[in-house]
Nanobody
Framework: EVQLVESGGGLVQPGGTLKLQCATS????????MSWVRQAPGKGLEWVSG????????KYTDSVKGRFIISRESNTNTVSLQMNNLKFEDTAVYYC???????????WGQGTQVTVSS
């Protein structure tokens, strides 16, 4: 059974930090591209960051560059998102996504809420 379980969301003030984690099982984690995708209230899905072909290849959407850091741990099949200097506009449900090299398989977690508010 494929599982992706996010944790680490919560309420934080602007300028604060949170670290999201996604624990996975049931698929070949090391072969999959892992991403974080978010959905703000009333908006569509927005890709945030991805890590590919090992831990050295990472990408970010422009709005989070320099603030967020994605990482993956193959020994624990976990992908993390360190979020620093959070802004109001980072408020969203954050989803963990795993995609197979052929893009045939696409797995999602249940999401974790991040709220940035003063």
């Amino acid at each position: 059974e494929v599982q992706l379980v996010e944790s680490g969301g919560g309420l934080v003030q602007p300028g604060g930090t949170l670290k999201l984690q996604c624990a996975t099982s049931g698929f070949s984690f090391s072969k999959y591209a892992m991403s974080w995708v978010r959905q703000a209230p009333g908006k569509g899905l927005e890709w945030v960051s991805g890590v590919y072909d090992g831990a050295d290849s990472t990408k970010y959407t422009d709005s989070v560059k320099g603030r967020f850091i994605i990482s993956r741990e193959s020994n624990t099949n976990t992908v993390s998102l360190q979020m620093n200097n959070l802004k109001f506009e980072d408020t969203a449900v954050y989803y963990c996504n795993g995609r197979s090299p052929t893009k045939l398989y696409d797995y999602w977690g249940q999401g974790t809420q991040v709220t940035v508010s003063s």
